[in-house]
């Protein structure tokens, strides 16, 4: 496999009436064994070649049970050689499939995989599960975190994961505790693939699976899935709550209800014609806001069609817990991706830096530094060329060295990390010479020294070119790879014309390690210190999208706190956010009906346009002013399957979001 994986099992295949089961805990099999040249009928591997470096071998270093399970792992920078493949014999398209495995995690390492969706490995992932530093994170490629779980490194613990496929309704347990549930991108199954990455080192036990009908009853409905629109405490979170038509008549009208912290929330559906096995997402109009620990969570559909209970009330409830993260004070963490328009694997790069502004755009400054394209800038690249294994990687607050997709444990990490000093920057900006002098200013909380360094890097938004150089390889072309976040549906080198560039670093001062003359050789805490700073714009740069990102690097060289602003006294995307919080589309993928929800802080004037990746219009609308928290309708039926741009104009500043059509 030629693309980031993990975890996984065995099995052991029996037939029944209505059901296929597999089980495998390896006790009959001898310590040494190659599972594809034992069991060739369950394994093999990614080539096809077994009883080799590829496959895996039995052993009785590590058990759940018994005395023999197998073991994985990796200190190849590409991940490998083992490359095992679990063959179920065949594609699973309805009834509720359920996969078990028990895996112990190396102190320190990594585990992951994925399941495959179809019969031919390779051609549409359908989930990836990657466990590291005692969290486990399910995602569909498009969609990140749709199950977080935590584990003990060094310890036993069991999986199972759960696919309704009849309803598109999945959810995954640790230990018996459900961490998730969701409804899938891609909602079939065929395999399961086990890769270990660059740093894995896991053992697999007792693996089980199993298929089962699933009747649906005349009048049911359940709830698929529950996302409260923020994790982070102080954040007041918009909720969506997916609802499901898991009956066979039609669903008119029902009412959801989420119960936290003591208060409940309702919203009531009317007017829908929601046919059996569909699903809806229902936007809540009011906000919830999180408070610190963990509290349980419920959201409950109810009132079918004005009739009161359904016909399976058992499955009305979705319940589940949550523990918000707790930002330190003034605290804004660092995210630095090396990339390449050359890179065909760093689209999945972009994918997660743009999810991480959009999901943590308060908390969180990512920086693109590009290499061997025409937005790179040469000592910035060369230095972050000096700290990463290869392309893409990702640095969050100059920590160790991750792939872009895994960013999320370091980033919660070091959120609740408190600063040395509280960042802010002030910017004087002289149009017609176009010099920017940027004042970043350090209040301290905390002693320091003179080896704590600042430095100011400038990002631009929206980067645009016409060269080659501007095309992006693409590694998910065709959907080979999995899905990620559109690409899979644009060719394996996107045209210039196609490709619009976010976080582009143009310019760090006075170097990456930082300033050596920032602060005198004690500092005490309430003191405060500033530094000025100069750049001139080309003019190619457009100052309305640059972002000042001030940092502080402690005496070990990570980043010890920042800070994020427009140009002052520019209409910038920064200053923007103050009455414009962003926009998401849901369902994305969509296939009839999209819908774009856009988050204002006070009443805004807002035009949208939907473009083909050929640049060709599709529509337009002015909406006039909106007043907050409004949506907007996309009918989308009638368009062909690919990918399409969503331009949102607000208050004359443009944001553009990617639209995938199925």
Known sequence: MKKITLV?????FTLGAQAQIMSENFDALTVADYMGTVSPTYWTTWSGATGGAEDVQV?????????NSIHFSSTGANGGPQDVVIDFGQQFTDGIVTYESSIYVVAGANAYFNLQATPVIGTTWALNVNADGG???IDDGLTANLAVGSYTDATWFTLKIEANLTLNLWKAFVDGVEIGTWTNGVNTLASVDIFPLQGSDFYIDDVSFDQQPFVLPNNNATVSGLNVGSNIVGVD???TVTVVNAGVNAITSFDVTIDYNGNQYIENVTGQNLTSTNSMDVVYTTVIPLVAGSLPITATVSNVNAGGADDDPSDDVLASTIDPIVPAAGKMVVGEEGTGTWCPWCVRGTVFMDRFEQDYGDFWAGIAVHNGDPMVVADYDAAIGGLIGGYPSALV???PDVDPSAMTNDFFDRLQTAPTAFLSTTSTWDATSRELVVTITADFQAAANDNYKLAVVLTEDGVTGTSSGYN???AYAGGGNGVMGGYELLPS???AAQMVYDHVARAIEPSFGGDATSFPATVASGEVHSKDYTFTLPAEWNENNIHIIGMMMDPAGRVDNASKSGIDGLVSLTDLEQTF???SIYPNPATTVATVEIQLEATSDVQLRLIDMSGKEIAARNYGALEISSTIQLNTIDLNAGVYLVELTVNGQRMTKRLVIE
């Open 493 to 495: 080198s996107v045209p």
């Open 581 to 583: 919080k962003g926009f």
């Open 135 to 137: 969290m486990l994170s």
């Open 472 to 474: 992006q390889a693409n």
């Open 59 to 67: 052993t009785a270093a590590q058990a759940n049970s018994g005395s």
């Open 8 to 12: 996984v099992s065995a099995v052991l």
């Open 397 to 399: 607050d100059r920590g």
């Open 237 to 239: 979170g918009t909720p």
